[in-house]
């Protein structure tokens, strides 16, 4: 029977064979991480190929990165605090509880996004200029800046609440959230880029109108009929004593977030510095092309999420660990291949964006640099994931800020003390980081999940 009836959910949850039923939700949920990967690049490989501004362009419109790190920093603080959380009362065969925690993080989106709005708009062209805009690139990074953090309200609807739809096991109906939106976005872009003339503001509106569809989509499936889980005006105040735990949770991704807006803006003021837009630009491309492979494995996480979460309040600790292994090779497969394919063929990946000689030559071997390490990123990956999925919100806010905020941000400034080529020292702080910090996630997991299992297992 399919994992989308809500009445089977909770058993297949708790009795089907882990190894089938990590790839029966994993398999739509990385498919929506996939599709999902559209929105963010889509616009970049219209705007990359813009006739004559194109390297200009596409530069501009990566300085814009933390602004999107920061909304989707806040929906992660709230939904992907509160979306483990409502599974764990699931486990425990408290609906009512889930439901309320659910109400209460609609309504804290609501209003994160209306605030971020109001921030970036007064405040917006301040912070590109602190992002590291330059005169030529500030008249794409603006405009598109103020036309998708108007759009926040969608961006966070259609993000944050879907992720309460997978964690009951809607895998599916997940995918379709974001497949409609996406679909909308690839046919809006070249209409309002190219049809219109409107540039980068097309991008922007384009994916701000597709946004919308989504979230809509997802609010209607969450107050109908379907869901186990149901959107309910009387769940929608929110409880500081269900809260409290949910941010908990969520300051881990929140804190993943913010520091990726923080690292784009040492990246980007670091190479403007020591490169200018050319070293600027492939970063842009750079970071794009990790996110190829870093967005289809968080949907690998967010398909083990709802196995692990609901048996550790079923208090199952062998399905836990057999969820967490099996994500754990399934993820460590990922990112060796796609490690492989960019080490192997950087031109393609490059050339999907920008085909500026200048560009291309700095950015082959820059990527090369910049993804060295990117194999063995999937047990950091697997282990984080794992810990937000049991509620072991100090274990994965160490790692989170472990690899960008203890090691990576103070390397970009410290090694091109050491290094003749600074471009090169500048990329380099990203493998040695990662080095050190898969390293370290290793060894913290058998020091937290461990003692975990153990305790669960005496119950």
């Known amino acids: 029977m399919s994992i989308e009836r809500n009445a089977d959910v909770s058993q297949q949850l708790g009795t089907a064979p882990v190894g089938k039923l990590l790839l029966k939700l ?219 735990p949910v941010l908990a949770l969520g300051v881990s991704p929140f804190v993943m977030q913010t520091t990726e807006a923080l690292l784009n803006i040492s990246f980007n003021s670091s190479l403007q510095r020591y490169g200018g837009d050319v070293a600027v630009g492939a970063m842009t491309i750079a970071s794009t092309v990790l996110q190829m492979v870093w967005i289809p494995s968080q949907g690998l996480g967010q398909g083990a999420q709802p196995i692990i979460s609901y048996n550790y309040g079923a208090r199952n600790a062998k399905r836990v660990k057999e969820a967490f292994w099996a994500l754990l090779k399934v993820s460590c497969v990922l990112m060796m291949t796609f490690w492989l394919l960019v080490q192997l063929f950087p031109r393609v990946f490059i050339g999907i964006f920008n085909n500026d000689p200048a560009l291309v030559d700095t950015a082959v071997w820059t990527l090369r640099v910049y993804t060295a390490v990117l194999g063995l990123f999937g047990v950091q990956m697997s282990v984080q994931q794992t810990f937000m999925a049991i509620g072991k919100a100090k274990a994965s806010l160490f790692i989170a800020c472990l690899r960008k905020v203890i090691l990576l941000i103070p390397l970009i400034f410290i090694l091109p003390n050491f290094f003749e080529n600074k471009v090169f020292a500048v990329f380099l702080a990203e493998p040695v980081s990662d080095f050190i910090s898969v390293t370290a996630s290793a060894i913290t997991f058998f020091f937290v999940f461990r003692p975990a299992m153990a305790e669960l297992e005496k119950e």
């Open 26 to 244: 994993a398999a739509p949920t990385v498919v929506a991480q996939l599709v999902n990967l559209l929105y963010n690049i889509v616009d970049r490989i219209y705007i990359g190929h813009m006739p004559d501004v194109g390297r200009v362009a596409l530069t501009g419109v990566g300085l814009c990165f933390p602004v999107v790190y920061l909304i989707t920093a806040f929906t992660m603080l709230v939904a992907q605090g509160g979306a483990p959380r409502a599974a764990i009362a699931m486990g425990e065969g408290d609906n009512d509880r889930a439901e309320r925690i659910m109400g209460s993080c609609f309504t804290c989106l609501v209003a994160a996004a209306v605030v971020l709005t109001v921030l970036f708009w007064i405040f917006g062209e301040r912070l590109l200029w602190i992002f590291g805009c330059s005169e030529e690139t500030i008249v794409y990074a603006l405009p598109y800046m103020r036309i998708y953090s108007g759009g926040s309200l969608f961006v966070m609807m259609a993000l944050g609440m879907n992720l309460f739809v997978s964690t009951q096991g809607f895998a599916t109906v997940s995918m379709r959230t974001v497949l409609i939106g996406a679909v909308c976005n690839i046919v809006l872009d070249p209409i309002f880029i190219y049809g219109f003339h409107m540039g980068v503001q097309g991008a922007a509106l384009a994916t701000v109108i597709s946004q919308a569809v989504s979230g809509i989509w997802v609010v209607y499936f969450l107050m109908g009929k379907k869901t186990t889980l149901r959107l309910r005006r009387g769940c929608l105040r929110p409880s500081w004593r269900l809260m409290a």
